[in-house]
């Protein structure tokens, strides 16, 4: 893996109920204009308590940049984002201070660590997410100077799935589902698990476009291998689709291959990706995410003394985590891109060349 501060890479800090989370992005190429505005936008769509469909912890999400950006545009040096928590609330989870919730990371993170930030899961809280959301805003300003464009959106929830996706519908869209047919069908299963003190799984579409031909390694760093690393890396994320891949393993390899012409290839059941190689056509990747695991039923769990009990958790929780997820899944989609960019600048001589004018 690339290290930090070589090329395109970012970390991120802080915890769900601290006093703020944050990301450092490295290799951010000097004399990039930093729209402070849109960065603030990204967090805006992702940002928590905006509808029935998401966790009632309201949050700003207001960004401020630390470091790394001189007369709005890049330095060329870490720029570091800081977001302030405002709305923790931490004693409704006092309750699970000893106690594992089901499905989240409370047990392994214990076991560990022997030590565990219990209030709202610490750093294993998605509200990390926004600090990659940041960070991704910072990629697609990159990406947006040389015409590439990602975008999500949500196309399952509880099983409903749209039959046709319709990446501008997200932009008006409560959930961003991506099939307005379908759209009122996946929020009545949302909330009716919510009124079931229960909680839905979903599949969001990210769809990266324009990219050139020649994206990604042979080896370590194949374009689909890095995506799909940073998508199972999001929390609740549990598989990750490039193009028809599922689909294709049922097919026949004359249904399946992608005929090519001259002018480009007839169809994309690849995903635009050959050989772990970008071929040009859109990249698209099927994320899977679970059901949101604290739910408002009663459970059974052990102690960190090992005694067996049964609870019911309190607590601010995203019914279906899918939608705000989908956000998530753009940002780290562009992050990798811009990485990748950076990489391939020095690939081939002309490449090299052409950097240096020669
Ligand atoms: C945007 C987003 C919001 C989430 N909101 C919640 C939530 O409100 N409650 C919860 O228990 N899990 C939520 N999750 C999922 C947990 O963070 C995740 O399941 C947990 O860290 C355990 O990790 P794993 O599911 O990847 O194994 C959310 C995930 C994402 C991506
Ligand atoms: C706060 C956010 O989402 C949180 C993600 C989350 C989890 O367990 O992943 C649990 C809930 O919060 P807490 O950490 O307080 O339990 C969600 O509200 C956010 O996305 O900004």
């Known amino acids: 893996m690339n290290r930090f501060g070589i090329r395109f890479s970012f970390t991120t800090f802080g915890e769900s109920h601290g006093k703020a989370i944050g990301c450092v992005v490295d290799g951010v190429p000097a004399g990039l204009t930093i729209d402070e505005a849109y960065i603030q936008r990204e967090l805006d769509r992702r940002k928590p308590g905006q509808n029935a469909y998401a966790t009632a912890r309201k949050e700003e999400d207001t960004v401020e940049i630390l470091s790394g950006v001189f007369e709005g545009k890049s330095t060329g040096t870490p720029i570091a984002m800081v ?20 499905g989240h990371a409370d047990y392994t993170y214990w076991h560990k660590y022997g030590i565990r930030d ?4 610490g750093r294993s809280s998605a509200r990390e997410t926004a600090a990659r959301v940041a960070a991704g805003a910072i990629a697609k300003l990159m990406l947006r100077e040389v015409g590439i464009t990602v975008k999500s959106g949500i196309s399952e929830i509880a099983g409903i799935a749209a039959s046709s996706f319709d990446f501008d519908h997200v932009l008006t869209s409560e959930i961003y589902a991506l099939d307005p047919s379908v759209e009122q069908a996946q929020k009545d299963a949302i909330l009716l698990a919510k009124n079931d003190h229960d909680s839905v799984g979903g599949v969001a579409q990210v769809r990266i476009e324009n990219l050139p031909v020649g994206l990604g390694e042979p080896l370590y760093y194949k374009l689909d291998a890095v995506l799909a690393d940073a998508m199972m890396g999001i929390n609740a994320v549990k598989a990750v689709e490039i193009g028809d891949g599922l689909l294709g393993t049922r097919l026949h390899g004359s249904e399946n291959n992608d005929p090519i012409r001259h002018s480009g290839f007839e169809s994309n059941h690849s995903g635009g990706i050959l050989g772990g190689i970008s071929n040009g056509d859109a990249v698209r990747l099927s994320v899977y995410f679970k059901p949101t695991p604290s739910i408002f039923r009663e459970q059974h769990t052990t102690t960190t003394e090992g005694e067996d009990v049964d609870f019911a958790l309190k607590g601010r929780h995203d019914p279906c985590v899918a939608i705000r997820g989908s956000v998530v899944c753009e940002a780290m989609a562009a992050l990798v891109v811009a990485d990748m960019l950076l990489l391939n600048m020095g690939r081939t001589i002309e490449g090299v060349a052409r950097y240096y004018h020669v």
């Open 83 to 102: 977001i302030y928590n405002t709305n923790q609330k931490s004693k409704d989870y006092s309750n699970i201070k000893d106690i594992f919730r089901p």
């Open 118 to 121: 219990y209030r709202g899961g």
